[in-house]
């Protein structure tokens, strides 16, 4: 179960990395001539930072260590609240998931880039969860042993 939620974890980051960049580094963001370039700017940041928290998560993740389970949250974290940020955003007055109102697919009714964040928070916690499983499981099993 832990190799499984590590496995789960991994696909998750990669694809939140990979998927930010074909989502944002165009003109619909980064090269977008109708944003500010200080917006621009901090969408530059945004996708650095992503990517290099990524590798460091992905790193932790696989590393080897007595901290695994320590290591398999941070990595699960990073994208939760990445993704989990998107319903943070939806409070502040004025954002909105699309520029222009249904541009968007849809998925039941909501925009396609809302259920991906929901799914991939989902996907996040049951990563980290299958960890903490496995993890608890190989624990008692070493405890066994260690009678």
Request: hydrophobic share 50%; proline share 4%.
């Amino acid at each position: 179960m832990f190799l499984t939620g590590r496995i789960i974890i991994t696909g998750i980051i990669i694809g939140t990395i990979i998927g930010a960049w074909a989502a944002d580094w165009n003109d619909s963001h980064v090269f977008n001539e109708n944003w500010p370039p200080h917006a621009r700017f901090h969408s530059v940041v945004l996708l650095f930072t992503l990517l290099a928290l990524g590798l460091v998560c992905l790193w932790l993740l696989w590393k080897k260590s007595s901290e695994k389970l320590s290591h398999c949250f941070v990595a699960a974290a990073l994208p939760f609240f990445y993704w989990g940020n998107f319903f943070t955003a939806l409070l502040i007055p004025g954002t909105s998931v699309e520029d222009k109102a249904g541009t968007l697919p849809t998925v039941f009714g909501f925009p396609l880039n809302i259920v991906v964040a929901f799914s991939l928070v989902a996907g996040s916690l049951a990563g980290f969860f299958l960890c903490l499983y496995g993890f608890k499981k190989e624990s008692d099993l070493r405890k066994q042993f260690d009678n």
